[in-house]
């Protein structure tokens, strides 16, 4: 299999990363670097590309989006009520923005 190549992902390992690199991209990371953080995270908690099927592979392990959650609260935990409040505003009127 050529390096860059999906077709062993499942659609619901594709969708993950599609998912994961949205939100990447949302917090201001490039394109290709949010592609590469993306499809890192589904490897290292899918182990790598699987086809589906009953009693293949082995159980999924989330311990990647647990500690990058627990990080981003902890680091907002630590700036002003003010700062929170701006930021919070922000990415209500982005989100705002995407639904008309």
């Not at 299999?1 to 994961?20: C, D, F, L, V």
């Not at 670097?33 to 009693?55: D, F, I, Y």
């Not at 002003?80 to 505003?89: I, L, M, V, Y």
Request: proline share 2%.
């Amino acid at each position: 299999m050529p390096q860059g190549e999906k077709s062993a992902y499942t659609n619901k390992q594709k969708r993950k990363a599609e998912h994961i690199e949205e939100g990447h991209e949302a917090r201001g990371v490039g394109e290709d670097e949010a592609e590469r953080r993306a499809w890192a995270t589904v490897n290292k908690e899918t182990g790598g590309g699987k086809k589906s099927g009953s009693g293949r592979g082995k159980t999924e392990s989330h311990q990647s989006s647990a500690k990058g959650g627990k990080a981003g609260g902890a680091a907002s935990g630590q700036r002003p009520a003010a700062d929170r409040s701006a930021s919070a505003k922000k990415a209500a009127e982005t989100r705002g923005a995407k639904g008309k």
